[in-house]
């Protein structure tokens, strides 16, 4: 597999369209804010759990620095009007040795095509190849095509101390 900073796939999504799933670059900030721009207020507040239109640039420059090594992002790219946009990210960040948490978002339009799906399986992949051994996600609960996204996949809903949110559990070994 290639190193994760130069990650790069092309596949098809369920409508037949091509996407590439690659690693997010320093040069992609201006497109993934216009990305953020272009989802919804509740697509956000799903992804970050507050509402949500803007970033610091504190928060950009943490979304945008990406290590590879505890802090892997992935985006996913197609072609619009023959011009390549983001439809999507995401990313695991090493929260202790061996586990990751990860978090996603895609744009609206682009939503239920396949895209969240090719993020996972690629972000798993990259997880696995790292040796790390568990990945977890926090959803809340009213977004169900997230957490069927997940389910299908295999990860487990474990109990958690804040109700307000679904934590899941995935075991890569």
């Given at each position: 597999m290639a190193e994760a900073d130069r990650y790069s796939v092309t596949e098809r999504l369920r409508n037949g369209s091509a996407i590439e799933i690659r690693a997010l670059r320093p040069d992609d900030r201006d497109d993934m804010l216009a990305a953020i721009g272009r989802t919804s207020a509740q697509s956000l507040q799903r992804r970050f759990f507050v509402p949500k239109r803007g970033f610091s640039d504190n928060e950009v420059a943490f979304f945008m620095n990406i290590d590879f090594e505890n802090h892997v992002a992935l985006v996913a790219q197609l072609e619009e009007d023959g011009r390549p946009v983001i439809a999507g990210g995401g990313r695991y960040i090493v929260v202790k040795p061996g586990q990751a948490e990860l978090a996603f978002v895609v744009i609206d339009e682009h939503q239920r095509k396949g895209i969240g799906a090719a993020l996972l399986r690629h972000l798993i992949a990259i997880a696995r190849e790292r040796r790390l051994h568990e990945l977890t996600a926090e959803v809340l609960p009213e977004n169900m095509p997230m957490l069927k996204l997940f389910s299908g996949f295999g990860f487990r809903t474990v109990p958690s101390?804040?109700?307000?949110?679904?934590?899941?559990?995935?075991?890569?070994?």
């Open positions: 101390a804040d109700a307000q949110v679904r934590h899941l559990v995935f075991r890569l070994t």
